[in-house]
């Protein structure tokens, strides 16, 4: 069975950082791509960062660039997000997912999703 369990979570203030974990469990990370999304209150679910098992090319949204980073342990089934420079505006429910091929920046094309994992920044 495919699952995926983020960590990390939690409250922190403007300017601190954060590193969400996401353990991917009954598959391995070969040929896939692995998103982060977010979502806040009253908010569609959009897409922070991306990472192509593929080709390793990672792509961010523009409102990430430069502060969030993806990287992956293959020894630990593991993918990151690590978040520096955190903003109020980064509040969320933050999720990995995965899709099989190359990333794919609309949330619709991914087929496992975890339970998502609260981030609060306050000001």
């Known amino acids: 069975e495919v699952q995926l369990v983020e960590s990390g979570g939690g409250l922190v203030q403007a300017g601190g950082s954060l590193r969400l974990s996401c353990v991917a469990s009954g598959f391995t990370f070969d040929g896939y791509g692995i998103g982060w999304f977010r979502q806040a209150p009253g908010k569609e679910r959009e897409g922070v960062s991306c990472?192509?098992?593929?080709?390793?090319?990672?792509n961010y949204g523009d409102s990430v660039k430069g502060r969030f980073t993806i990287s992956r342990d293959n020894a630990k089934g593991t993918v990151y997000l690590q978040m520096n420079s955190l903003e109020p505006e980064d509040t969320a429910v933050y999720y990995c997912?995965?899709?099989?091929?190359?990333?794919?920046?609309?949330?619709?094309?991914?087929?496992?999703w975890g339970q998502g994992t609260q981030v609060t920044v306050s000001s």
């Open positions: 990472l192509s098992s593929r080709d390793g090319i990672t």
């Open positions: 997912a995965t899709r099989w091929g190359f990333c794919n920046s609309d949330y619709v094309e991914y087929d496992y």
